[in-house]
């Protein structure tokens, strides 16, 4: 069996942000643009997605009007080389919901669920792009053997476009300015 057979062509091409641009969300879904390159990921698991859905209704909550946390949604984070990530979490500006794609001058925070299989690209890949990218403020959720989820949190030193270490959480999460809200992921 051959990769051709087993992925279509466009799997093993570069990609443009005109020629993604114009895929349906079904060919969409599940991937990642990194450098033109598509990335496969495999499907999440149920408590992985669970974890991300209750991060993010608790950050839309807090968020007031004037920022949305959404699941599920791609972050455009250079153009040449296409660069597309989709964050487990984004909390984006409120009046850019209808914009496509959505850009890091949108978003204040993403946060990444890791999985097996993620370790690397949400510890070090993706923490790197994105602080280049200009985003404000990044969270890492750690899922150990305990079942209590561990949020690393991380601030954008515009100077250097790196990110400092922030807080890190367990079990109940008590979030500062912006957001004022008190997650308990013990129960997740």
């Not at 608790?58 to 989709?86: C, K, Y």
């Not at 890791?114 to 990218?133: F, H, L, M, N, W």
């Not at 601030?155 to 008590?174: C, F, H, N, Q, S």
Request: glycine content about 6%.
């Amino acid at each position: 069996m051959t990769a051709e057979m087993v992925a279509p062509a466009w799997m093993h091409m570069q990609i443009s942000a005109e020629q993604y641009d114009s895929w349906s969300e079904e060919q969409c879904a599940g991937i990642e643009i990194v450098d033109g390159m598509v990335v496969v990921s495999p499907g999440a698991s149920k408590r992985h997605n669970r974890l991300a859905r209750i991060l993010a209704n608790a950050l839309d909550d807090a968020a007031g009007s004037d920022w949305n946390a959404d699941t599920d949604f791609d972050v455009r984070l250079q153009d040449v080389p296409l660069t597309n990530r989709r964050p487990d979490v984004v909390v984006h500006r409120a009046e850019t919901i209808d914009l496509t794609p959505t850009r890091p001058e949108h978003v204040l925070l993403v946060v990444e669920v890791v999985s097996p299989g993620s370790e690397t690209t949400d510890r070090i890949v993706k923490v790197d792009q994105y602080a280049k990218a200009g985003i404000p403020f990044y969270w890492r959720v750690e899922q150990p053997p305990t079942g209590v989820p561990i949020v690393y949190t991380y601030v954008l030193d515009p100077a250097t476009k790196a990110y400092r270490d922030g807080e890190m959480y367990t079990g109940v999460i008590k979030v500062a300015a912006p957001f004022s809200v008190t997650v308990d992921l013990g129960t997740v």
